[in-house]
């Protein structure tokens, strides 16, 4: 059973179809985007899978441990956690105001954290727990500051944690996503996005497909001897 915050976004949902398409049932936590959530939460069912919403504002302690517990009570145990849920506020760090630095760390670092801090507790032995971070944080761009810095954290918070519930089986992964569409970078200007594209050998964005793939290898039996680990997905850009 997988839990997957932002599952709503383009990013998110692609995560959650593929993860109901590998077996899992999928509880889709959602903050604002209810018709989104209802969508995807449709598409999986009319496929088949096994799935749920909730809605929860990750940066609310409250709200992530009911999150928990609607997926527990709903599905019986959670295996895979997925840490996708995240907000960018693009500006020159001589323009960052408190409220925006408070808007970006909010969710991208405390919400990681209080959900990691649910699965460290209620993740099944032998589980996963997988972040979503951004190639930002090894080859920022100006603009790009608080967002990096907070994919940053999340970074580190996921290598201690791969330490700390490793003896009970879980691994624990965070993947570097590069440029996708549809999903934040899709609000970049049309010039920026064909500078990140000829950046690839592919010469193209990725997909949140991609980043699905790379989340359904890291869930899988596969993936169990692979853990503390950061893994570029970005189609060769950086």
Known sequence: MALVTGGSGG???????RLAIDGFAVMIAYSKSAEAA????????QAGGETALVRADVSNAKDVQEAFDATINRFGRIDVLVNNAGVIAPGMIADVTEDTYDTVFDVNVRG??????EAA???QDGGRVINI???LVGAPIPGSALYAASKAALEAFSRVLSKEIGPRGITVNTLRLGATIPGMFAKAPPERQAAFAA????????TPQDAAEAVSFLASE??????GQVITVDGGAT
């Open 11 to 17: 990013i998110g949902s692609e995560i959650a179809r």
């Open 38 to 45: 209802e969508k995807i939460l449709h598409a999986i069912a």
């Open 112 to 117: 990681a954290l209080l959900a990691m801090r």
């Open 121 to 123: 507790k209620r993740l």
């Open 133 to 135: 971070s951004s190639t």
């Open 199 to 206: 950046a690839s050998p592919f010469k193209r964005l990725g």
């Open 222 to 227: 596969g993936g169990r001897w692979v853990t």
